[in-house]
């Protein structure tokens, strides 16, 4: 049984940061490739972050050089530090296996960036 919580949204300026955990149970994640997925309201949600099995890292160029995926194996949590966050980065964040499996989507967690 694998179980995926995220946390750590909210409301922040632009410019601001945040860092968004994803708590795992029933499985290691050390064993699997993860990624940080969003959602803009009104479309399709997109890939933004992948923490590869090996330890290396993809990121969607819009969020390159800002946000940062990375894993606790002792917490079994995977996190996403976003830095310098821009107005389309407003969205519901999830996380997932990568590629993600259609049975693990959460709740996500909201992250709004605005004045």
């Known amino acids: 049984q694998v179980q995926l919580v995220e946390s750590g949204g909210g409301l922040v300026q632009p410019g601001g940061s945040l860092r968004l955990s994803c708590a795992a149970s029933?499985?290691?994640?050390?064993?699997?490739?993860m990624g940080w997925y969003r959602r803009v309201s009104g479309k399709q949600r997109e890939l933004v972050a992948t923490?590869?099995?090996?330890?290396?890292?993809n990121y969607a160029d819009s969020v390159k050089g800002r946000f940062t995926i990375s894993r606790d194996n002792a917490k079994n949590t995977v996190y996403l530090q976003m830095n310098s966050l821009k107005p389309e980065d407003t969205a519901v964040y999830y996380c997932?296996?990568?590629?993600?499996?259609?049975?693990?989507w959460g709740q996500g967690t909201q992250v709004t960036v605005s004045s």
């Open positions: 923490l590869n099995i090996g330890g290396s890292t």
């Open positions: 997932n296996i990568a590629p993600p499996n259609n049975g693990l």
């Open positions: 029933g499985r290691n994640l050390r064993l699997v490739a």
